[in-house]
C-alpha cells in the first residue's frame, strides 16, 4: 500500500495564499470572497465533473477526491462549496443534453442546492410548476442554478410508484427563479453561505428534470456509471481529512512554539505532547492509504465492468466512514493541548476547528455502519 502524499502537494502556494487571505473576510460576508472565486472558476474547480460533452473537466475519481481533500485542506469553507457545488455539476451526466449545454456552458457555473424532497412539481403540458423549500444549500449566493428534489404530482395528487411511495425527480432551476432565505446561523462552515431557498410557482420544463439511475445515464462514461452513494461518502470524507490535516498543520506549529517558550512543562509532557502528536499523525495516514487505495481499486474496478462489485464499494463506504470518525477524533484529541488560542474566534486554528466540528454532523456520515 503505498503512502498518500500530503494534499499540499496538490497546490500551489499562491493558491493557498489567496484562499486562506480571504478566510475570515468569507466567514464575515457569509460567503466566499472575489478573489477565492475567481481562482475557483480559473482553475474550474466547479466543472470538475462536469461532462467533457458541455466543456468540463469531467476528471476520473481518484483525481477529483484527492483535489477536494486539498482544497479542504487549504480552507474548510472554500473546500466544502467546491465539493458540494462540483458534485452537482455531476448530474450533468443525466440532465438532458440541450438542457445540459444551455446550463454547462456558463464559465461560472454553479449548482447549489439539496437532497432533500421537500418540494413539489406539478405536472402541466409542457413541463412542471414547483413549489417548496429546502435548507442548506452550499454556495447559494455565487450559484447560477439550483438543484432540487419535489415530489411529482399529477392533478393536486401524488404521483405513486408501484411500492405505493411517491415518485421524486430531480430539477435544474435557475437561480434568479429562486428566493433565498438567510437560514446559517452555525459556528462553523460560516463562509460557505449555505443558505435555505424557497421556489414558489416556479414554471420549468420537462428537460430541466431528470434521475439518478444505471438506466437514466445520458453521458454513459465511467464516472456518471459510478454509484452516487459512494461518490458522496467519498468526497465528503475527504473533506473532513482535509480539515483535520490543516489542524495537525498548525499543531506542529502551536506545540513547537510551546516546546520552545514553555518553562514549567515537565519532560514527561513534553514527551506525551510530541508523542500524541505522531500518534494522530500517523493514524491518520494509515487511514488515508487504505480510504485512498478503497477508492482507486473501486474507480479502476468500474473501467474494466458495468457494474462494481458489491465488496468493493462497501469497502469505499467503510473507509470514506472510518476516515470521517477519526478526523474529528484526531482534532478532539489534539485540542486540549493547544491552549487558548485554539478557543478564540480570531484565530485560524479556531476556524479549522470550527469548521471540521460543523461538516461533520452531516447526516451520511455520523455512523460507522
Not at 499540499?8 to 487571505?21: E, G, M, N, Y
Not at 485540542?335 to 485560524?348: F, H, I, N, R, V
Request: charged fraction near 20%.
Amino acid at each position: 500500500m503505498k503512502n498518500e502524499q500530503h494534499p499540499s502537494a496538490l497546490l500551489q502556494p499562491d493558491w493557498v495564499k489567496i484562499i486562506r487571505a480571504e478566510a475570515f473576510a468569507a466567514e464575515d460576508a457569509g460567503m466566499l470572497q472575489p478573489k477565492q472565486l475567481e481562482l475557483m472558476y480559473e482553475q474550474q474547480w466547479l466543472k470538475m465533473l462536469v461532462p467533457k460533452a458541455y466543456g468540463g473537466l469531467e476528471l476520473d475519481l481518484p483525481a477529483q477526491i484527492r483535489m477536494e481533500e486539498a482544497l479542504s485542506w487549504a480552507d474548510g469553507s472554500f473546500g466544502w462549496v467546491v465539493t458540494l457545488c462540483a458534485g452537482a455539476c455531476w448530474f450533468g451526466g443525466f440532465i438532458d443534453a440541450v438542457a445540459a449545454i444551455e446550463i454547462f456552458t456558463n464559465t461560472k457555473v454553479c449548482l447549489a442546492g439539496s437532497g432533500a424532497s421537500t418540494g413539489t412539481a406539478q405536472r402541466t403540458n409542457d413541463g412542471f410548476i414547483l413549489n417548496g423549500h429546502w435548507k442548506y444549500a452550499s454556495g447559494v449566493k455565487h450559484a447560477t442554478h439550483f438543484t432540487a428534489n419535489c415530489i411529482i404530482q399529477e392533478n393536486g395528487k401524488d404521483v405513486l410508484l408501484a411500492d405505493g411511495s411517491p415518485l421524486v425527480l430531480s430539477f435544474v432551476i435557475d437561480a434568479n427563479a429562486a428566493a433565498l432565505v438567510p437560514a446559517w446561523k452555525y459556528i462553523g462552515m460560516m463562509g460557505t453561505g449555505s443558505h435555505a431557498f424557497t421556489l414558489n410557482n416556479v414554471g420549468v420544463p420537462a428537460n430541466r428534470s431528470f434521475e439518478i439511475t444505471p438506466n437514466t445515464t445520458v453521458v454513459n462514461t465511467p464516472l456518471y456509471r459510478y454509484p452516487f452513494f459512494q461518490l458522496a461518502e467519498a468526497t465528503l470524507a475527504a473533506n473532513l481529512a482535509g480539515m483535520a490535516l490543516h489542524f495537525v498543520d498548525l499543531c506542529d506549529v502551536a506545540f513547537a512554539n510551546k516546546l520552545a517558550e514553555s518553562k514549567r512543562m515537565s519532560e514527561g509532557n513534553k514527551v506525551t505532547l510530541m508523542n500524541d502528536l505522531q500518534k494522530v499523525k500517523d493514524n491518520l495516514q494509515s487511514l488515508r492509504n487504505e480510504f485512498y487505495e478503497a477508492v482507486d481499486t473501486s474507480w479502476y474496478a468500474g473501467l474494466s465492468e458495468e457494474i462494481i462489485p458489491g465488496e468493493i464499494l462497501q469497502r469505499v463506504s467503510r473507509t470514506s466512514r472510518l476516515l470521517a470518525h477519526a478526523a474529528r477524533e484526531s482534532v478532539d484529541h489534539l485540542y486540549p493541548y493547544c491552549g487558548l488560542q485554539a478557543a478564540s474566534p480570531d484565530t485560524e486554528i479556531n476556524q479549522v476547528w470550527r469548521d471540521l466540528h460543523t461538516a461533520s454532523q452531516h447526516a451520511l456520515l455520523s455512523f460507522l455502519e
